[in-house]
Structure formats: C-alpha cells, structure tokens
C-alpha cells in the first residue's frame, strides 16, 4: 500500500504563487499514476490535477494555465506548482493515487496540506 504525505501549504496573496509535495513511500511509487485534489470550507472534494507513471498530466479546467504538476521518482515525490493564486483556490490539498481515472482515487487520504489566498 502506497502512503502519501502531503507539505507546502501556506497563506499566500493573490496571484502569488506555492509549490506543494507529495511524498511517498514505498518501491513501487514510479509506477503509480498520482493525483492531487482539494476541498474548501462547505465543498466536496475536488480532481485538480493529475500525472501518470508515465508523465502524461491532466488539469481541472479551474486551474488549467495556472497549475502544473511534475515528479521526482527518485525522490518518491509529486510536485503541484500553483501560479497566480486566487482566493477561489483556498482549500485543503490532497494527494492520493489512482488506477483507472483521476477522478476516482484508490487510496486512503492523508491530513492535507492547507492553502489560504488571501485578496
């Protein structure tokens, strides 16, 4: 079973910009498609992005252009790069696996990581 912790979190202005992680453990981390998601305050979970074992990434249209994701797999590690930051992107972020779809995570969720943008 493949455990995530999630860091990187902050308070940050609008526009501005963070780099959150998910590390991993396990051996078999280079194999796995990875995803990160969210959920504000009132709000059910969200799919924000997502990266195969392969490096082919995939964005929620609500931060496409703004958000990247890449992996370290020496480092067991999947990155989320937030650019120009807007309040709407305050939530709790997440990483988790997945199999077959982003949108359908096979794992268990870790604590998170929060993220506040402030206008």
């Known amino acids: 079973q493949v455990q995530l912790v999630e860091s990187g979190g902050g308070l940050v202005q609008a526009v501005g910009s963070l780099r959150l992680s998910c590390v991993a453990s396990g051996s078999i981390f280079s194999t796995r498609s990875i995803g990160w998601y969210r959920q504000a305050p009132g709000k059910q979970r969200e799919w924000v992005a997502a990266?195969?074992?392969?490096?082919?990434?995939s964005f929620a249209d609500s931060v496409k252009g703004r958000f990247t994701i890449f992996r370290d797999n020496a480092k067991n590690t999947v990155y989320l790069q937030m650019n120009s930051l807007k309040p709407d992107d305050t939530a709790v972020y997440y990483c988790n696996y997945w199999v077959y779809s982003p949108r359908t995570p096979s794992g268990s969720w870790g604590q998170g990581t929060q993220v506040t943008v402030s206008s």
């Open positions: 990266i195969t074992s392969r490096g082919s990434s």
